[in-house]
Every structure is written in C-alpha cells, then in structure tokens.
C-alpha cells in the first residue's frame, strides 16, 4: 500500500513537472524555433502543441519499449529514426485531414524531427524508464509546450490582429472571430506583434517575468541557506560551551 | 535568358535569402545555435562557418537524391527520414575528414559538427529546396547559409557588449538578448520588398 502511494506520487510528479516546474519552454529553452515560428494564431499554435504531443508521446513509447534492443552504440541514430517515422505519419494524417493546418504550418511540421524536446526526452527519460512513465512524462512535456506556445500566440494575436479567429484552420469547428482591440471604428492593434521581431519582443518579456520569480526563488534560497548555517553554527557553538562547562565543572570538582 | 541574366538572378536570389528572408530573424530556423552559442564571438564564427559548409553541402547532396531517386521511385513522402539520415552520415563524415586533413581546424570546428545534425536551418533548407529547381536551391542554400553566419556574429558581437552593461537583474542574459534580436529582426524589415 505504501509503494503504492509513493509510485501514484511519482507518476503524478513525472506528468506535471514538464509543465509548470520544468516547462521545456519558459525553463529549459528547448524548442525555440516552432515557438517562434507558427506563433501568429492560437490555432496554428494549438494545431502545433497537438502534432506535437502526439510525435512525442509516440516516439517517447516506442523508445522505452525497445530499450533493451537498441544497442547503445547505434542509439541516437535509432532515436531519430523512429521520431522521423512518426512526424511523417503526422505529417501525412494532417496532410489528408486538416489541409489549412498543414499548410499553415509549412515545413515546421518536418522540423519536429529536430526538436530538441523530443530527442532529448528519448535520451534524458524514455531510454532509462518504464512505458507508463515515460507515456507519462512524454504527455506532460506535450502539454507543458502546447501551453507555453498557445499562450505566446494568444499574446500574439490579440496584440498583432486584435481578434481571435477560430475555425480558420480546425474547419469542421464553426467560424467565430472574437474582437478583443477592434471594436466601433476603433483598431487598438499594433501590427508589429504579427512580425518575426514581435515574436521576439513577446518572448524576450515572458523570460524576463519568469526572471523574477527564478531570482526571487533563489534569494529565498539563499537566505534560508545562511539561516541554516548560522544555526548551525550557534548550535555548534553552544554545544561546545556546554562542553567546556562540564570539564571546568569536572575539574572544580576535583580541585575539591 | 542569356547567361548574364541567369547569374545577375542567381546572385539577387542569393541576397534575397540572406537578408530579406533572413533564415533566423525571419523564417525562424536556427533559434536555438543563434541563442545558444552566440556568447562569445569566437564560438558564433566557428559555428557559423560550420553551419555554411555543411548546409552546402547537404543541398547538394540532397537535390538529387529527391529528383533521381525518390521522385522516380514513387517515394517522395519519405523525404524527411532520408533527409535527416543523409544529413546526420554527412556530418558524421566531414567531421572524419575535417580531422585527418586538418588537425587545427578539426580543434575550431569540431565541436559545432555534433550540434548541426540539430540544427533546423539545415533540414529546413533541404526541406524548402523540394520545390525548387537546382540553380534556386543552391541560391537558397548559399544565401540561408551565409545569412545565418552575419547574423549570429553579429549578434554576438553585441551580446559581448550587453554582459558589460548594467541591465536589470532578471534581465539579464536571456530576456535582453532576445529584445536585441526583436530589434535586428525590426531593422532586416526595412529591406521588405527591396529585392521582387
């Protein structure tokens, strides 16, 4: 029952960590260029995260299952192999099923074979754990990323259109496009953030804002270190009066 | 077209691709080399230089690998897994080369070979060169090759600068060099249209 409990907790640790504690995104900085590129709608970078996710999770399995067949001398390559088989399945099911996606997505679609995220999940986890866990860290990482590039495509075109268009790319959903800066004559959009530079410029200010947090956590660390030592050493210290007193009480004793 | 004509095309496309369609500041390819290694201007010329070389030269070995190979052979959704293993064997081979004729540019330059099989720009070319005929693709190759080289020196030239000046905390590094680009990216805009 206890095993139980502490493998439930691991299972959980291994499916949320990848999305917010080490988001291979805002955190570790993997993936940089389908962040940047396909960024300009929230459906593209929803089409993405979901492409995406299913490219890992279905390497990130095959990976783990065959890791006592892949030798270790040809491992990388055999990596790259069985991502490169799953972006082409992607790449042809989007193909055949959501054209506006495929196209709207271009060449990034055959890029995801040299994403960092997913050879880096089948080298860093996948090669060295179970199906279940690595199925499970595979779908946090998926999420972490289709979260962080929805929300800097979100920033994106509500900033770079003023709307937010559905149905565009996912046609069989109804077409509704929400004005958010466009309203009575009134365009509050700044073009701009539609551009390659405004991808930057949003991402240069998420990291910043993370910055914050990181460097605030690492102050409260750092304090808490010293806080620590300090006791340590008062505790230190008071022990070795404690022990002082005894010998200067042991000798008065037999002073007497 | 006479000859004049086709190398004056060749040479606007060559320049079309490297500054107007700038592989990192505009068709986002190579993000991460460009974040990544773009510290010290030393790194960013070596891996530059070695971006160049080997983009080059997957191009040319790949064109007809797709046009007399796969086209014929009915295989043409099979580009990607053969791209990627062309391009890992090719990198793999250079830097085997590169260390028996070379010993010193083997110690400058081999340390980037690994990184470049990851590297997106070059699949990226490749990739875009499927719909290209052979004189445009090797425009394409050149010109996102040698784009990617200015830019990343460049950028490091001035990421030299930026550790020297005294930004906020949690701007430093990272968030900063992201904004310079977000202004190199602006400026490349100013060409739009410069080249039909």
Same mark, same amino acid.
């Given at each position: 029952? &206890?095993?139980?409990? $502490?493998?439930?907790?691991?299972?959980?640790?291994?499916?949320?960590?990848?999305?917010?504690?080490?988001?291979?995104?805002?955190?570790? @900085?993997?993936?940089?260029?389908?962040? @940047?590129?396909?960024?300009?709608?929230?459906?593209?970078? $929803?089409?993405?995260?979901?492409?995406?996710?299913?490219?890992?999770?279905? !390497? /990130?399995?095959?990976?783990?299952?065959?890791?006592?067949?892949?030798?270790?001398? %040809?491992?990388?390559? +055999?990596?790259?192999?069985? $991502?490169?088989?799953?972006?082409? %399945?992607?790449?042809?099911?989007?193909?055949?099923?959501?054209?506006?996606?495929? !196209?709207?997505?271009?060449?990034?679609?055959?890029?995801?074979?040299?994403?960092?995220?997913?050879?880096?999940?089948?080298?860093?986890?996948?090669?060295?754990?179970?199906?279940?866990?690595?199925?499970?860290?595979?779908?946090?990482?998926?999420?972490?990323?289709?979260? +962080? $590039?929805? !929300?800097? &495509?979100?920033?994106?075109?509500?900033?770079?259109?003023?709307?937010?268009?559905?149905?565009?790319?996912?046609?069989?959903?109804?077409?509704?496009?929400?004005?958010?800066?466009?309203?009575?004559?009134?365009?509050?959009?700044?073009?701009?953030?539609?551009?390659?530079?405004?991808? =930057?410029?949003? =991402?240069?200010?998420?990291?910043?804002?993370?910055?914050?947090?990181?460097?605030?956590?690492?102050?409260?660390?750092?304090?808490?270190?010293?806080?620590?030592?300090?006791?340590?050493?008062?505790?230190?210290? +008071?022990?070795?009066?404690?022990?002082?007193?005894?010998?200067?009480?042991?000798?008065?004793?037999?002073?007497? | 077209? /006479?000859?004049?004509?086709?190398?004056?095309?060749?040479?606007?496309?060559?320049?079309?691709?490297?500054?107007?369609?700038?592989?990192?500041?505009?068709?986002?390819?190579?993000?991460?080399?460009?974040?990544?290694?773009?510290?010290?201007?030393?790194?960013?010329?070596?891996?530059?230089?070695?971006?160049?070389?080997?983009?080059?030269?997957?191009?040319?070995?790949?064109?007809?690998?797709?046009? =007399?190979?796969?086209?014929? &052979?009915?295989?043409?959704?099979?580009?990607?897994?053969?791209?990627?293993?062309?391009?890992?064997?090719?990198?793999?081979?250079?830097?085997?080369?590169?260390?028996?004729? /070379?010993?010193?540019?083997?110690?400058?330059?081999?340390?980037?070979?690994?990184?470049?099989?990851?590297?997106?720009?070059?699949?990226?070319?490749?990739?875009?060169?499927?719909?290209?005929?052979?004189?445009?693709?090797?425009?394409?190759?050149?010109?996102?090759?040698?784009?990617?080289?200015?830019?990343?020196?460049?950028?490091?030239?001035?990421?030299?600068?930026?550790?020297?000046?005294?930004?906020?905390?949690?701007?430093?590094?990272?968030?900063?060099?992201?904004?310079?680009?977000?202004?190199? +990216?602006?400026?490349?805009?100013?060409?739009?249209?410069?080249?039909?």
């Amino acid at each position: 029952m &206890a095993t139980n409990t $502490i493998a439930r907790s691991q299972h959980k640790e291994n499916f949320l960590n990848p999305i917010w504690k080490a988001n291979p995104l805002f955190i570790l @900085l993997l993936g940089t260029c389908p962040a @940047l590129g396909v960024t300009t709608t929230v459906e593209n970078a $929803i089409g993405m995260g979901i492409l995406f996710t299913f490219v890992l999770v279905g !390497s /990130s399995v095959l990976v783990s299952l065959l890791r006592k067949i892949i030798p270790e001398e %040809i491992e990388t390559p +055999a990596f790259i192999l069985i $991502i490169a088989t799953f972006v082409t %399945i992607v790449k042809m099911l989007s193909e055949a099923f959501l054209p506006e996606l495929y !196209s709207g997505l271009g060449v990034f679609i055959s890029l995801l074979v040299v994403n960092c995220i997913v050879l880096g999940r089948a080298e860093a986890f996948a090669k060295k754990n179970g199906v279940l866990d690595s199925l499970l860290d595979a779908l946090g990482n998926g999420v972490g990323y289709l979260l +962080a $590039i929805t !929300s800097i &495509a979100l920033i994106r075109e509500i900033l770079g259109t003023g709307t937010i268009t559905f149905g565009a790319v996912f046609t069989f959903l109804p077409k509704i496009v929400l004005p958010i800066l466009k309203f009575d004559g009134v365009d509050l959009s700044i073009p701009l953030f539609a551009k390659p530079a405004g991808a =930057f410029i949003v =991402f240069g200010v998420i990291e910043a804002i993370i910055g914050v947090f990181t460097l605030r956590k690492a102050e409260k660390e750092a304090a808490a270190k010293r806080e620590a030592i300090l006791a340590a050493q008062k505790a230190k210290a +008071a022990a070795l009066a404690a022990e002082k007193a005894k010998t200067a009480e042991a000798a008065g004793k037999e002073d007497k | 077209m /006479s000859a004049t004509n086709v190398v004056t095309a060749f040479i606007l496309a060559v320049f079309s691709y490297m500054l107007i369609n700038n592989v990192v500041l505009t068709r986002f390819y190579g993000i991460c080399p460009y974040l990544g290694v773009s510290t010290k201007v030393k790194s960013s010329v070596g891996m530059g230089v070695a971006v160049v070389f080997v983009i080059c030269l997957a191009a040319l070995v790949c064109y007809p690998i797709y046009h =007399f190979v796969l086209i014929p &052979a009915g295989l043409g959704f099979l580009d990607t897994i053969v791209y990627i293993l062309v391009i890992a064997s090719l990198v793999q081979l250079v830097g085997l080369f590169i260390k028996k004729y /070379s010993p010193s540019l083997y110690k400058s330059l081999g340390i980037y070979l690994p990184l470049i099989t990851t590297n997106c720009a070059v699949l990226g070319v490749v990739q875009e060169n499927n719909a290209l005929d052979f004189g445009m693709s090797m425009a394409n190759a050149l010109g996102t090759s040698l784009g990617f080289l200015v830019m990343i020196v460049l950028f490091s030239t001035i990421r030299e600068r930026l550790n020297a000046y005294d930004a906020p905390k949690n701007w430093k590094g990272l968030p900063i060099a992201l904004i310079t680009a977000a202004i190199m +990216a602006m400026a490349i805009m100013g060409l739009t249209g410069m080249i039909a």
